[in-house]
């Protein structure tokens, strides 16, 4: 190992023996304010370089290639040459002020728009939204990441401090599974979750060059699951962003994020770059927002003022889990009359507070090697790690705790020209767990479930508290009779409830001090684990360390992707063509803690080709782009999305485009695998399918609360449905789009969209059961008890969901140094369809 690091040494030695490096800063004459992306050429060798975000530059020059000529240029600037002499580069030690002048020809505003608009982005058959690397620094923003949110269709949904989810086109979610985030090509996705956290195990702010978010339906161009848009993120290559770079934030909440890159490269005997490598270094931590919402939760029906108390959102294992043993309210309900009072009452929960550490924090760490094979090949290896501490919130509210996420990638590339790239994720839950789960864990302790706690605090407000306290009688029933009597005279019941609650409401003060030390009691009987106390802590640690099949709440995932992309591009005379496949492997691994894979592993496997064209018509006025996918899920059929576009240019600032596109998202690894007991239900993946047509007894939640409610019990209240098994989701859209520049100083860029899903995919609801009794000739009918399970089950929609929308977009270039942005975006979810549950997230 020592001769090879020694060797190492020598060899990048000897690339920078007898060599000179240039360095200088291109700045503006008048102002002295750096140009970023400035370019340096050395047309002698054919090199260049350009400045970074400080217009800050450096080139190698060999000692024989003395003198030398650079030519600097930029944008609304007069170019200019100069020529380094070595006995110059000696009496400046290597160091150049370079200062450009404005061009009052080329400054004017159209070419100040064009400066930050290019080509590329204003010719794109699709709506593209992005944040180059001028912008990333001048984002108001506290990162790149929340600078997202200000541009035209996007919407950022901050989970917490240190998780930020971005949604596309009226979508909302915090499990982003219809957007893809990549990253220099690379699908930065949890494989476990099957979508990004954020930016949380994404690329340092220092390294990140552009960012481009692509919305709308895009399979054909980036694969399944690119169904709502694509977070396109390129970073810095280290050939042409040199030098060391430091950047230290603070805030607020005792936030404090520090950033290191270096990056270095060599050069051969030729002056000609070789080899170059870069590293990267983020650490942030800060004191998370607190989740500390105490309204009642929506649905229940006890609101805050109730004397038994209520179920709060941020506060957990007060839920009623056991089908209201906790309510004692309603008309001829012996209840009532023998618990005078007691009305609907709820378990002393955890605040979340209790639960869950606050301290985020988030360690990134990125470095990659790159050699060229010559003057245009190059091969990287590149090495991504993430590790972190955050809230997500989910189906539950889960404390993701020293996650971490590594990622190896091997590449050889040629630009516009190949690509075969390979790369491995893995990802390790570390100490991560449901929040919500261990609320009802910690309830559970001392073996005290909800229905022994509710009957001790029966027993204790009976013993506490009696009509005669109020001065009021209770009424009686009578067998004989089967009548209800009042001081000896019959009554309706509702009437003497009726007159009952006026008594109650009367003495609200004592029924509230009764409940408070009713609350107590029960407390101190049960053992009722108080926070901050040593047995609380220890008994939190232990539940949250272990998985549900040994009792506890804590998360196992090793779950991993392996993926190979390649691609290549002909460029005959006529056209330009591209062909392209991957193959993806997912090989999930949560112990049972989150899949079916308790009893044997899981592999899913899935591959895709493609090929697309684009052709230049009329004297390029006209671009047609045509590009055509097939993809294949080992689960599911063959599924095909293809796309087409028309982008007219009718003038040099007017642009006119009009596209129809397509895209496929499998079913996520939970939609098919899912096995997650989150307490009030099961959530279970659906492979198989499930329900009357499956050979199981599944109800709605309704028809077996009805089932339950007369006297004589009614099998034919019971509402039997099945769920077909999943399947993928499709996508089909149209868009119009039109891009201009106004009085050389406003650049418009506007759009129409029209999307149809069909087979959308969510969740429905049921309860699951078996029977003690089932005889069709008596119609005995008798369901088991302890086997009523509610699960929520992965779903394909029943109707065809279609969306629309418009955005408008506008950037007002004042003069070189001062713009003004805004935009208005506009998104309806079509009426059919918008009655099925199903529909998520909009």
Do not use: C
């Not at 220099?184 to 390294?207: C, K, R, T």
Request: glycine content about 6%.
């Amino acid at each position: 190992m020592r001769k090879y690091l020694l060797f190492t040494f020598i060899l990048f030695y000897s690339f920078s023996f007898s060599q000179f490096i240039v360095k200088g800063k291109v700045s503006d004459k008048l102002t002295k304010e750096e140009l970023i992306g400035a370019n340096i050429v050395w047309k002698q060798q054919n090199l260049g370089v350009s400045t970074d975000i400080n217009g800050e530059f450096e080139i190698t020059i060999p000692s024989n290639k003395f003198p030398i000529e650079l030519t600097i240029s930029y944008m609304g600037y007069s170019t200019q040459k100069i020529t380094i002499k070595k006995d110059e580069w000696n009496k400046n030690k290597g160091i150049y002020n370079i200062y450009l002048k404005s061009d009052n020809k080329l400054i004017n505003e159209v070419k100040i728009v064009d400066s930050r608009l290019t080509e590329k982005q204003k010719e794109s058959p699709l709506t593209v939204e992005s944040l180059d690397i001028l912008a990333i620094k001048e984002t108001p923003s506290a990162n790149f990441y929340d600078g997202l949110g200000a541009l035209k269709g996007v919407d950022i949904s901050a989970a917490s401090l240190g998780f930020k989810i971005i949604n596309t086109r009226g979508f909302n979610s915090t499990s982003p599974v219809r957007s893809l985030q990549i990253i220099d090509g690379v699908d930065n996705q949890a494989p476990g979750m099957n979508f990004s956290l954020g930016n949380f195990l994404g690329a340092s702010e220092l390294d990140i060059l552009k960012v481009e978010i692509i919305q709308g339906a895009s399979s054909a161009y980036f694969g399944p699951n690119a169904f709502n848009g694509v977070i396109k993120m390129d970073t810095k290559n280290p050939f042409i962003h040199t030098g060391l770079s430091v950047q230290q934030k603070f805030g607020s909440r005792n936030l404090s994020e520090s950033s290191i890159r270096l990056a270095e490269k060599f050069q051969n005997k030729s002056g000609e770059d070789i080899f170059a490598y870069k590293i990267n270094f983020s650490y942030m931590k800060a004191y998370d927002w607190e989740a500390n919402n105490m309204a009642q939760v929506d649905g229940t029906e006890a609101d805050i003022n109730n004397p038994g108390g209520y179920d709060a959102v941020n506060r957990y294992g007060d839920e009623d889990t056991d089908g209201n043993l906790n309510d004692v309210r309603g008309s001829f309900n012996d209840n009532y009359v023998n618990f005078p009072g007691l009305g609907i009452f709820y378990r002393s929960g955890y605040i979340e507070k209790d639960i869950v550490d606050y301290n985020t924090n988030n360690l990134k760490l990125s470095s990659s090697l790159h050699y060229k094979l010559n003057s245009d090949v190059e091969m990287m290896y590149k090495f991504n790690y993430g590790k972190g501490t955050t809230v997500y919130q989910g189906d539950n509210r889960f404390s993701l705790k020293n996650i971490q996420f590594f990622q190896n990638i091997i590449e050889v590339k040629q630009e516009d020209r190949f690509f075969v790239r390979a790369y491995r994720s893995q990802e390790n839950a570390g100490d991560s767990y449901d929040a919500v789960f261990t609320a009802l864990k910690l309830q559970e302790h001392n073996l005290i479930d909800n229905t022994d706690w509710y009957t001790s605090y029966r027993n204790k407000w009976r013993n506490n508290f009696s009509w005669e306290d109020v001065e009021w009688e209770a009424a009686e029933y009578s067998f004989i009779t089967q009548q209800w009597t009042f001081q000896g005279n019959p009554i309706d019941i509702n009437k003497w409830i009726q007159m009952s609650d006026s008594v109650l409401n009367a003495n609200a003060e004592e029924i509230i001090a009764i409940h408070d030390f009713t609350r107590t009691q029960t407390d101190l009987l049960t053992n009722r684990l108080e926070p901050g106390t040593e047995e609380f802590t220890n008994t939190l640690n232990d539940i949250t360390s272990k998985i549900p099949i040994e009792g506890g709440t804590g998360f196992y995932d090793k779950s991993a992707l392996n993926h190979i992309h390649s691609e290549y591009q002909f460029n005959p005379s006529f056209s330009s063509i591209k062909i392209g496949a991957n193959f993806r492997q997912y090989t999930p691994d949560s112990k049972g803690s989150i899949f079916m894979d308790t009893a044997s592993k899981i592999s899913n496997t899935e591959y895709g080709i493609y090929s697309g064209f684009e052709k230049n018509l009329f004297f390029d006025k006209l671009k047609v782009n045509g590009t055509f996918r097939m993809d294949k899920n080992e689960n599911f059929d063959f599924n095909f999305s293809p796309a087409a576009s028309l982008v007219y240019k009718a003038t040099e600032t007017d642009i006119i485009r009009f596209s129809l596109s397509s895209a496929v998202r499998n079913p996520t690894l939970s939609d098919q695998y899912l096995y997650y007991n989150v307490g009030r239900a099961i959530l279970i993946g659906n492979l198989n399918g499930h329900g009357e047509n499956y050979g199981e007894n599944m109800v709605t939640v309704q028809s077996l609360i009805n089932y339950y409610l007369p006297a004589a019990l009614n099998k034919d209240s019971l509402k039997f449905f099945s769920v077909d098994p999943i399947r993928p989701e499709k996508a089909k859209s149209a868009e119009l789009g039109y891009r201009t520049t106004l009085f050389n100083k406003v650049y418009i860029d506007a759009n129409y969209y029209y999307s149809k899903y069909t087979d959308f995919i969510g969740y429905k609801v049921g309860v699951k059961y078996t029977t003690l009794q089932d005889d069709t000739v008596t119609g005995a009918y008798q369901i088991s008890l302890p086997s009523i399970q509610a699960y929520r089950m992965a779903a394909n929609a029943e109707n065809i969901v279609t969306t629309q929308g418009a955005s408008i977009g506008l950037n007002y270039y004042i003069n070189s140094n001062f713009t003004i942005n805004g935009n208005y975006s506009w998104n309806k979810l079509n009426e059919e369809g918008t009655e099925d549950p199903i529909i998520p997230a909009y």
